[in-house]
């Protein structure tokens, strides 16, 4: 089993923490590998330090679903101190805030894709802490996908949005501590940065091999199954397709009522590293709810081989070519951008979303990216901590 950074933090005690007023971006899944909060352990190992906890998208214990959901600020019960919520009226924390802290610290477990938005949240205090002056630390954490793999196409600087804020592929193979010196170095932030990084973990590894428990990060990522598959399917979420909220699957589960599943199986060139289940499935909230969906669920055979970003261009080319008349692209808003269509931002390029929905060949879309990935293996190499 590795050492994660909480477990480090609070046992190695840096002189860099001594003394300071701590301030914790955490949530329900920022434990320990024996379930223990961060903020208690935090609260242990630093008496009388920890001053205040600061939440992301989803709220402290994850309660808010799907995307525009904000939670307010409260105070923790067991602490008696205040949260204050990072996906509110805004999404920044306040100079106010961050009168109360020396030490902004960071723990909480990114999935390894580019739209879930806790990078963005680190990104949006990194650059507050820098302007007030304020010291940030990242207790690193697994990618739950692996460090090896990169894969999808480079985020457009025009595309930019609360759902990507770097010109990164969707399956980025970098862990949180790394997005933040990657965040140092392209923004030119002057901030003293402290990454505490994990014993034992290598790049190869998937959630799985690191031996930690799982605790669903947000409301729709109950398992690495889900995190596994994310990196394509989040796409739907920009499509009036259902992505599986609703269900107990979400996002490994897909479909609409319209959906001709023998067309798409028939057109899909093969079931490589994964098969395709036909599922009819009732969503009880989100797209489609209350009526009967026919779909899929994907069974992945081979997690390290596997390519979500590509099988989920793939079904929405060929979906998009088969139901025509009825497949469309879901409207705005999303993720506070009012204007521009949610797909282009969760793709990341307007070109590769218009080839989607021409029913491009899948040869086509895959040769696109192939080039961005290569690149971005090679830009990366100054942020990699392991």
């Known amino acids: 089993m590795i050492q994660t950074g909480i477990e480090r933090f609070c046992q190695e005690k840096p002189g860099w923490a001594i003394g300071r007023r701590i301030g914790l971006l955490c949530n329900q899944a920022s ?11 935090i609260n242990s190992a630093f008496p009388g330090k920890l001053k205040a906890i600061f939440s992301p998208q989803h709220g402290l214990f994850s309660e808010k679903q799907d995307n525009m959901k904000e939670s307010g600020h409260e105070i923790d019960s067991a602490l008696a101190i205040p949260v204050f919520s990072l996906y509110e009226r805004s999404r920044i924390p306040s100079q106010q805030q961050l009168d109360l802290i020396d030490l902004f610290v960071v723990d909480l477990q990114d999935v390894g ?33 692996g460090g090896s793999v990169v894969e999808g196409n480079i985020l457009n600087e025009d595309l930019y949005s609360f759902v990507g804020m770097a010109p990164v592929p969707m399956r980025h193979g970098l862990t949180i501590g790394e997005i933040a010196t990657m965040f140092v170095s392209i923004y030119g932030l002057d901030l003293e940065l402290h990454v505490v990084r994990m014993n034992g973990w290598n790049r190869r590894m998937l959630f799985p091999d690191t031996g930690l428990p799982w605790v669903l990060p947000s409301p729709n990522m109950p398992t690495f199954d889900t995190a596994l598959v994310y990196p394509g399917q989040v796409m739907l979420e920009g499509t009036n397709l259902s992505e599986g909220r609703g269900t107990t699957r979400p996002f490994e589960i897909f479909g609409a009522p319209y959906l001709d599943t023998d067309e798409v199986k028939r057109q899909l060139s093969c079931e490589r590293d994964f098969l395709l289940r036909e599922q009819s499935f009732e969503p009880t909230f989100n797209k489609w709810k209350g009526k009967r969906c026919k779909g899929f669920q994907i069974h992945v055979t081979n997690p390290y081989s596997f ?47 218009s080839m989607v929905e021409q029913g491009q060949e899948m040869n086509d879309l895959h040769g696109l990216l192939k080039e961005d990935e290569r690149n971005f293996l090679e830009i990366r190499r100054p942020w990699l901590l392991y």
């Open 31 to 41: 434990v320990d590998a024996k379930l223990r909060h961060s903020r208690m352990l």
């Open 113 to 145: 894709t580019r739209v879930y938005t806790y990078i963005w949240t680190l990104l949006l205090a990194m650059k507050a802490c820098a302007k007030a002056g304020v010291a940030l630390a990242v207790l690193d954490r697994p990618n739950p996908l």
């Open 307 to 353: 390519s979500p970003y590509r099988l989920s261009l793939d079904l929405l080319s060929i979906i998009s070519r088969t139901c025509r008349s009825d497949f469309s692209w879901a409207p705005p808003p999303y993720e506070y951008e009012y204007e521009k269509l949610p797909a282009d931002l969760i793709i990341g390029n307007k070109h590769i979303r």
